[in-house]
């Protein structure tokens, strides 16, 4: 792995980290309430979009660290369309 690569993972180890504490809180208390629907479907659209980008770039950082953070906003999202 180069130094690139290596920035790259970092930078995005470190966004999806910073979203797990909203994760939590929202499967603990089972509420979403505060969030945006409009946001949430933004933000996940735009991650899919840079984890499509970095499959076709074959870029690993990009992919994985995209793909994982737009499956922890699909946690936040389903728990705010069953909480109402």
Not at 51 to 80: H, P, S
């Amino acid at each position: 792995m180069d130094a690139t690569m290596l920035i790259g993972f970092c930078a995005g180890l470190l966004t999806t980290v910073s979203f797990l504490p909203q994760v939590i809180r929202t499967l603990r208390t089972r509420s979403a309430h505060d969030f945006s629907a409009l946001m949430l479907i933004l933000l996940f659209a735009g991650l899919t979009l840079w984890f499509v980008y970095g499959a076709l770039r074959d870029d690993a950082a990009i992919v994985a660290t995209n793909g994982f953070t737009a499956a922890l906003v699909a946690v936040i999202g389903a728990t705010k369309m069953r909480s109402g």
